[in-house]
């Protein structure tokens, strides 16, 4: 499987890499990403995915399945609907695969020939003689071999292949991953380039054919190292099954069709994006946020004082009748207040739609009545509070390739007013995925 040859088209719910009936292969980008070429889509949904996984998100309400899953189909829920795919083995092996546990298979143990004394008759004119007559030799000249590869060398293989992995694909610094590491896992991908690769191999870098040519070389040392390193013991076994996997990604059988990496439902991820973007916008940033509903908030960005603040706020404007209601943001500025909701939607909808065909409230219109909902509750709070001069606004936040902003109409007019925001995508994604960097290792 080659970047090259993947297509790329926009995905209502998943959000990742297909395979077809027919073996070939879909990445399926988030709304507003279709001019992202598929390398760097593919980058950054990476990184945005990893970065989701440290979010703290309830797993009670969102499945999420860590590691290379032998079974894919076995990961959706139908009751969410979100899980992740891992057959790339991508996550397994470069974003927690801790390269010091490998330093153990390092060693390299040479191995002599057969014992030079067996044919003694051959030594006799290097032979030096004692008092008594007797021969004797000082040393023996012969050759010292090695075998040609050796468990060391799955070592220099895999932090090869994770350098190219964070400088070729990810656009990253290795430190982020490796920590101090990083110097000894780059002395151990050159010594192995030096071995056994040209200056120009690289699965990311270069035209598609010598990409290919790399891979196939890959797999071949692969192979190689496999069937000369001995002893073996678990740790080789982990490290080898993960580079096997990475290195024969998208070679499975044509059953193996569906989602093989990504995300079953992307709404969540892009609440998460959403959230992040708001809290980087205006001056008081942190300080501005009333509330906001942070189980999809990356860790790290609000410390336990701030998230304590936000909860204590949520459950005094907003639970109510058995309900805690949890809005996506409640942001203040000066006497103004604005309650945001994200939402995963094509294009906005403009004009409520009340009942689908099935006569049942639309999915759209349990969305405005939530909405509504929040806006009439912080009309409440702020009325109990002595606020009552301060306004209320509505705003949904939407994805799309540009931002834009428009108010929506309607008779009678709405109250507080709603006013729907699109968002540029890639550039939310962009952001968001450069907290990848991080979680730098010490």
Not at 131 to 136: K, L, M, P, S
Not at 219 to 240: E, G, K, N, V, W
Not at 426 to 435: G, H, P, R, S
Request: some cysteine; charged content about 30%; proline content about 3%.
């Amino acid at each position: 499987m080659l970047l090259d040859d993947i297509e790329r088209v926009e995905s209502d719910g998943e959000v990742g890499l297909f395979r077809e009936k027919d073996g070939r292969y879909l990445l399926k980008v988030p709304h507003g990403m279709s001019e992202v070429n598929s390398a760097e889509a593919l980058s950054l949904l990476y990184r945005c995915f990893v970065v989701f996984r440290r979010t703290q998100r309830e797993h009670e309400v969102l499945t999420a399945h860590d590691g290379v899953e032998a079974d894919d189909k076995g990961n959706e829920r139908a009751d969410d609907g979100m899980a992740f795919h891992d057959a790339l083995a991508l996550d397994e092996l470069f974003d927690r695969a801790d390269p010091r546990s490998l330093l153990s298979m390092c060693e390299r143990r040479g191995r002599s020939v057969d014992n030079p004394y067996r044919r003694f008759d051959r030594h006799l004119h290097r032979a030096l003689f004692d008092q008594r007559g007797a021969a004797y030799f000082e040393s023996i000249q012969q050759d010292r071999r090695f075998g040609q590869f050796g468990k060391a060398d799955i070592v220099g293989l895999y932090c090869f292949l994770a350098l190219d992995f964070y400088r070729g694909f990810l656009k990253v610094d290795p430190r982020c991953a490796w920590g101090s590491f990083v110097v000894e896992g780059e002395a151990l991908a050159q010594d192995f380039r030096h071995c056994y690769l040209s200056a120009e191999d690289s699965l990311y870098c270069g035209d598609a054919l010598s990409r290919q040519r790399s891979l196939s070389h890959l797999r071949h040392l692969l192979q190689s190292i496999d069937r000369c390193a001995a002893p073996r013991d678990a740790h080789y076994y982990q490290l080898h099954d993960a580079l096997e996997r990475y290195l024969h990604a998208g070679t499975q059988s044509n059953q193996d069709t569906g989602l093989i990496w990504g995300v079953g439902k992307f709404w969540a991820v892009w609440e998460s994006v959403c959230l992040c973007h708001g809290l980087s916008e205006g001056e008081g940033r942190l300080e501005a946020f009333q509330t906001c509903d942070d189980q999809h908030l990356p860790l790290g960005i609000a410390d336990a004082t701030t998230l304590a603040r936000w909860q204590k706020q949520r459950y005094r404007i907003f639970a109510r009748n058995h309900i805690k209601r949890r809005p996506d943001l409640v942001k203040q500025e000066g006497e103004v207040w604005t309650v945001v909701d994200f939402k995963y939607y094509e294009q906005a909808t403009l004009k409520r739609p009340k009942w689908s065909k099935n006569a049942e409230l639309a999915k759209e219109e349990r969305d405005f009545l939530n909405l509504e909902a929040y806006g009439l509750l912080l009309h409440n709070h702020l009325a109990k509070e002595g606020l009552s001069e301060h306004e209320v606004w509505l705003e949904m936040w939407l994805p799309g390739e540009r931002e834009s902003w428009f108010e929506f109409r309607g008779e009678p007019a709405w109250d507080p007013p709603l006013r729907v925001r699109t968002l540029a995508t890639t550039e939310l994604i962009k952001a968001y995925a450069d907290q990848y960097q991080c979680s730098t290792r010490s």
